[in-house]
């Protein structure tokens, strides 16, 4: 992970602002890396303490590689390089949160801070695109929003950046409350409270409170833009409620119309309706994330048509929902993540599309991680709504994706339209399946969570 930093910073800055305690030359540093292997001359490269490697061993290479500084809990001074330096301080991961927030404080960007268990990473590329449309624009690239990420992320800002949209992520307690304190957002968004990590976590209400550690870091008069379709985040103080659902949200939203690639919808604040809105994708909730957005330009004082602009301006990112043809095939790729409510989502949209075009729709779902002692019973779940969607074909790949192939069974899907493959290595075997099973004018779905890397059977199968 690099960040270039514009106008540089110096070592004794860094020092006083950690107080931490300087080794050597004072020169200015234009990028930050937590990286030896991607060092340019004259970095400062961050020796970070993690699961299976820790930076400080690799604090001689990053010198030989051409750091000027290294930020560390503990150093041989005699690696120290003439002309070279080092700042020693309790916590590199602290350390480097504190350079953050000195860096964002000086160029005092409106903060936008955009959490929730699915569908955060899609409301933040909405708002950043509402929110460019006004004016320059810093936001999270990728996946950049945990302890390490978020602070880069700060550290790259702009000087005339009027706005940042930080995306924050979380698997334990208390991790939202450490990035919201760093951030110190003007305004937050929670998305929704699903089911991610609940491995570490009592129920979702534990999941519910970890998200509302969002406002620790919230400014005095901050403003907090809430789901209101969910149940756990009804009656929050001062919540400003967006739904597609609850009429009597602040930010209602109806009308939800498909038009192939684009949807239309209205929405009703304040007694007015305003119609006609439009965004370059489908599936409602790629409506939701994008009416979050609408209401943040909206609470922060854009004019209508700046954020009509900028939701149809709107591009996503990475592997989500990216739909095109692969010969008469018609493919959903979504294999950056999964949960429960992000399956049940792009089986709305395959069901969508499938019906739209009549044609037949096959689902080729993989594990939904971190789910622990609940993911037996989450992965049936979304299995027995495959008969509500009307999808025609199931092919399960991994252990826990069996279950989904499990419940679908349950809930009426004949045998012969279920095809299962537990074995995450067997990349060849499922593609050569979906090979024999796919037919032109066909709507399949791919979607699983990371680390399945369900990619692997689409580029087999495009071979």
Same mark, same amino acid.
């Given at each position: 992970?690099?960040?270039? $930093?514009?106008?540089?910073?110096?070592?004794?800055?860094?020092?006083?602002?950690?107080?931490?305690?300087?080794?050597?030359?004072?020169?200015? $540093?234009?990028?930050?890396?937590?990286?030896?292997?991607?060092?340019?001359? #004259?970095?400062? &490269?961050?020796?970070?303490?993690?699961?299976?490697?820790?930076?400080?061993?690799?604090?001689?290479?990053?010198?030989? =590689?051409?750091?000027?500084?290294?930020? +560390?809990?503990?150093?041989?001074?005699?690696?120290?390089?003439?002309?070279?330096?080092?700042?020693?301080?309790?916590?590199?991961? @602290? =350390?480097?949160? %504190?350079?953050?927030?000195? /860096?964002?404080?000086?160029?005092?960007?409106?903060?936008?801070?955009?959490?929730?268990?699915?569908?955060?990473?899609?409301?933040?590329?909405?708002?950043?695109?509402?929110?460019?449309?006004?004016?320059?624009?810093?936001?999270?690239? #990728?996946?950049?929003?945990?302890?390490?990420?978020?602070?880069?992320?700060?550290?790259?800002?702009?000087?005339?950046?009027?706005?940042?949209?930080?995306?924050?992520?979380?698997?334990?307690?208390?991790?939202?409350?450490?990035?919201?304190?760093? +951030?110190?957002?003007?305004?937050?968004?929670?998305?929704?409270?699903?089911?991610?990590?609940?491995?570490? &976590?009592?129920? /979702? @209400?534990?999941?519910?409170?970890?998200?509302?550690?969002?406002?620790?870091?919230?400014?005095?008069?901050?403003?907090?833009?809430?789901?209101?379709?969910?149940?756990?985040?009804?009656?929050?103080?001062?919540?400003?409620?967006?739904?597609?659902?609850? %009429?009597?949200?602040?930010?209602?939203?109806?009308?939800?119309?498909?038009?192939?690639?684009?949807?239309?919808?209205?929405?009703?604040?304040?007694?007015?309706?305003?119609?006609?809105?439009?965004?370059?994708?489908?599936?409602?909730?790629?409506?939701?994330?994008?009416?979050? =957005?609408?209401?943040?330009?909206?609470?922060?004082?854009?004019?209508? @048509?700046?954020?009509?602009? *900028?939701?149809?301006?709107?591009?996503?990112? #990475?592997?989500?929902?990216?739909?095109?043809?692969? /010969?008469?095939?018609?493919?959903?790729?979504?294999?950056?993540?999964?949960?429960?409510?992000?399956?049940?989502?792009?089986?709305?949209?395959?069901?969508? $599309? +499938?019906?739209?075009?009549?044609?037949?729709?096959?689902?080729?779902?993989?594990?939904?991680?971190?789910?622990?002692? &609940?993911?037996? +019973?989450?992965?049936?779940?979304?299995?027995?709504?495959?008969?509500?969607?009307?999808?025609?074909?199931?092919?399960?790949?991994?252990?826990?994706?069996?279950?989904?192939?499990?419940?679908?069974?349950?809930? #009426?899907?004949?045998?012969?339209?279920?095809?299962?493959?537990?074995?995450?290595?067997?990349?060849?075997?499922? *593609?050569?399946?979906?090979?024999?099973?796919?037919?032109?004018?066909?709507?399949?779905?791919?979607?699983?969570?990371?680390?399945?890397?369900?990619?692997?059977?689409?580029?087999?199968?495009?071979?």
């Amino acid at each position: 992970m690099n960040a270039y $930093i514009e106008n540089g910073i110096y070592p004794s800055v860094i020092a006083s602002v950690t107080g931490g305690r300087l080794i050597g030359d004072d020169r200015e $540093i234009k990028n930050i890396t937590t990286d030896s292997r991607n060092m340019e001359p #004259g970095s400062l &490269f961050v020796a970070i303490r993690g699961e299976r490697f820790d930076g400080h061993a690799f604090i001689e290479e990053a010198y030989r =590689a051409g750091a000027f500084c290294v930020l +560390a809990e503990r150093i041989d001074e005699s690696v120290i390089p003439l002309h070279g330096s080092a700042v020693l301080v309790d916590n590199t991961v @602290q =350390a480097l949160g %504190q350079i953050a927030k000195y /860096r964002k404080d000086s160029v005092h960007p409106f903060t936008v801070g955009v959490t929730g268990s699915t569908g955060k990473t899609t409301t933040k590329e909405f708002i950043y695109s509402v929110l460019s449309a006004s004016d320059k624009t810093h936001k999270t690239e #990728g996946n950049f929003n945990n302890e390490i990420g978020l602070p880069l992320t700060m550290l790259k800002i702009k000087e005339d950046s009027r706005y940042l949209v930080l995306e924050m992520g979380m698997s334990m307690k208390g991790e939202i409350e450490y990035l919201s304190r760093l +951030a110190s957002p003007d305004l937050a968004v929670i998305t929704n409270i699903g089911n991610s990590h609940i491995e570490n &976590f009592s129920g /979702r @209400q534990g999941i519910r409170d970890a998200k509302l550690e969002i406002r620790s870091g919230l400014k005095p008069g901050g403003k907090l833009i809430l789901n209101g379709d969910e149940p756990l985040l009804a009656g929050i103080e001062n919540g400003i409620y967006v739904a597609v659902q609850n %009429q009597e949200a602040d930010y209602y939203v109806s009308e939800i119309i498909n038009h192939g690639s684009c949807t239309t919808f209205c929405i009703t604040h304040n007694g007015q309706t305003v119609t006609d809105l439009t965004i370059p994708s489908i599936g409602e909730h790629n409506v939701f994330d994008a009416s979050l =957005a609408y209401a943040v330009g909206i609470e922060i004082g854009l004019d209508e @048509q700046t954020i009509r602009k *900028g939701l149809l301006n709107f591009k996503n990112t #990475g592997m989500r929902q990216n739909i095109y043809k692969m /010969r008469d095939v018609t493919v959903i790729e979504d294999c950056y993540n999964a949960s429960p409510s992000s399956m049940s989502a792009s089986l709305s949209v395959l069901s969508m $599309i +499938a019906q739209r075009e009549n044609s037949r729709s096959i689902a080729v779902l993989g594990d939904m991680r971190e789910l622990g002692d &609940f993911s037996r +019973a989450l992965h049936e779940e979304v299995g027995e709504k495959l008969t509500s969607f009307h999808i025609d074909k199931l092919f399960s790949f991994g252990n826990d994706a069996a279950f989904i192939a499990h419940g679908a069974k349950k809930a #009426g899907m004949p045998e012969t339209d279920i095809h299962v493959f537990r074995d995450l290595e067997d990349v060849k075997n499922i *593609g050569n399946a979906l090979k024999e099973e796919l037919k032109s004018t066909d709507v399949v779905l791919f979607k699983a969570s990371r680390a399945v890397r369900l990619e692997r059977v689409i580029d087999y199968v495009k071979e």
